[in-house]
């Protein structure tokens, strides 16, 4: 994981800006997310957390930053959390690379294909995400609901992280905080991944 000090932050930003990053952006940026920078970086283990932000689904993944909050010291956070405005930082891809460069683990929520994060999962390193993955099963005749909600790529990851123990399924809301909360107990308390 990369560091959260200023030199480590700005060295990034400028790896991916085309032309470097304006000082005036550099400032403007550090300003803004010293907060948030702070509280990652005493963080005993951060949670970057991944979905939709369309309603429900936003708040399964506030409900789910809740859970992995837990024990105290535990730090996890959505990209809107960092300049909710989008005063700042206004390159969205940068904003994730530099964030997704100083995390320990990813957790990504998917209900279906819907939004940006079927795109922002294929930049992390497997080795650090696990999948809270809605299960449409029940629900389905002859598997047609589970195939209109994942593509195949989807699927193929979704096969590859539950042979590493990295896929947690759910349908219900309370199999949903029970498999949160089971994935907050695992790697939150620094166990192994």
């Known amino acids: 994981m990369t560091s959260f000090d200023d030199t480590a932050l700005i060295d990034d930003m400028d790896s991916l800006y085309p032309d470097g990053t304006p000082p005036e952006v550099i400032t403007a940026v550090l ?7 702070d ?6 283990n951060n949670f970057f957390v991944l979905g939709s932000y369309d309603e429900p689904e936003k708040q399964r993944l506030d409900a789910l930053c809740r859970v992995l909050s837990v024990p ?3 730090e996890p956070f959505t990209l809107e959390e960092i300049d909710p405005g989008v ?5 969205f891809y940068v904003k994730f690379r530099v964030f997704l460069l100083r995390t320990d683990h990813v957790v990504a929520v998917f209900e279906s294909n819907d939004g940006g994060h079927e795109l922002e999962i294929g930049e992390v390193d497997l080795d650090r995400v696990h999948v809270l993955k809605r299960d449409y099963e029940s629900v389905s005749v002859d598997h047609d ?3 209109a909600k994942y593509d195949a790529m989807l699927g193929t990851l979704f096969d ?3 042979r590493r ?6 349908e219900t809301k309370r199999e ?3 498999a949160a909360a089971e994935l907050s107990a695992t790697v939150g308390n620094g166990h192994p991944p």
């Not at 509280?39 to 005993?44: G, K, P």
């Open 31 to 37: 300003r803004s997310s010293l907060d948030e920078l």
């Open 39 to 44: 509280r990652l970086r005493t963080a005993r």
């Open 72 to 74: 105290e010291g535990d």
């Open 87 to 91: 005063d700042v930082w206004e390159n």
């Open 145 to 147: 609901l589970e195939y």
């Open 160 to 162: 590859l992280l539950d």
């Open 165 to 170: 123990d990295r896929l947690h399924e759910w």
């Open 176 to 178: 949903f905080y029970a």
